[in-house]
């Protein structure tokens, strides 16, 4: 493997887990749940994929030829990321969860 | 119920041949062919459970609109990030509703997840009619310039794939 | 160099678990708990991937895949369970 490719291996899995970390730290430290909500929701569904780019680099640079089957992951990853996301939001809702008082508008009572 | 037709999502049944072809990480012909036969058989099978896909007018400008996404997707996240490492005190959050001129389900359950995946905002909950959708967001500081935001950038042009208006 | 690069995401992964942990013990509701095995789940997947770099093996691609599918599953019957009491109505 050349050592341009192994850079670009190595930026993506760096990208890759601080991403992850970022969303670990937003569901740790913000106040109230639906902030929180915001945390995983994006920041690790795009690091998961920086993971998935980086093993496809890889994989694409041994012997054994182009692999692609990583995608189907993040694919369906990126489907499935709002709609537990918004099952989640729903069912807060339901409880009353509190939330923090810098927020403005309320949520509705169905 | 519709009557049984022989390939009923033509779309369907293609999506199936590529997951299984990525699925077996193999482009061989022989698995061309099991990927051809499993995506004409399952949709074939299961017609019943699935919802009439609406019709897709303008197939190239849906093309754009899913690169214009991602693109939105990696902003999002950058921004998504310098919130949550900045001090939490000074966030703005906000429940905002936003009224939907989309009515078809699948339009539907398409801008809701892409407002989850964009910029600061997650999609709380549709209200019961469908006219208005519930978003919750970590920082902004005007609702109504988030609203046409929203509609000017997701919804207007999934109006246009689907129904072909321009409104 | 790559194995430098490995080791440190290994400990920022691990960092990050462990954050995910800690709010899954601090609870304080329901939903934060589902939020926390969500990240949990989401966050192995990463890891696995990373391992499958990391030992040259591809096998760890299933692994993950199936994490994938089985915990979304998850999230959602039990989200489902706490917005109506019942799974399948």
Known sequence: MSTWMEILVAIFLLLGSVFSLVGA????????????LHGPTKATTLGVGGMVI??????????????????LITLFLFIT??????????????????????????PWEQ | MKARRFLPHPLLSLCLMGV?????NDMTFGHLLLGAILGWLIPLVTQVFWITPPRIYRPFRLFRFFFLVLGDIVVANLQVAKLILGPTSKLRPAFVEIPMLLEDELALTMLAS????????????????????????????DDEQLIAEIK??????????FTCSTT | MLD?????????LGIALILTLARLIKG????????????????????????????????????????AVMGFIGTVAVAKYLLRGDIIE
């Open chain 1, 54 to 71: 980086a093993s496809m680099i890889y994989f694409a640079g041994q012997e054994q030829g182009i692999s692609l089957h990583e995608l």
């Open chain 2, 20 to 24: 299984w072809m990525l699925l077996m």
């Open chain 2, 114 to 141: 892409i407002i989850s995946l964009t910029p600061g905002t997650v999609s709380a909950d549709l209200s019961d009619d469908r006219k208005t959708l519930l978003v919750h967001t970590l920082d902004v500081a």
């Open chain 2, 152 to 161: 000017s950038r997701y919804e207007a042009p999934l109006l246009e794939v």
């Open chain 1, 25 to 36: 730290i937003g569901l740790y430290r913000l106040p109230d749940f639906f902030m929180r």
């Open chain 3, 4 to 12: 430098y690069v490995i080791a440190l995401c290994l400990l920022m």
């Open chain 3, 28 to 67: 304080p509701d329901l939903p934060d708990r589902i939020l926390a095995l969500d990240t949990l789940y989401i966050n192995s997947i990463a890891l696995l991937v990373l391992f499958g770099v990391w030992l040259g093996s591809d096998l760890y691609f299933e692994a993950a895949l199936l994490i």
């Open chain 1, 81 to 106: 990321a709002p709609v537990s996301a918004h099952m989640l939001a729903k069912a807060a809702m339901q409880q009353k969860l509190s939330i923090s008082e810098q927020t403005r508008g309320k």
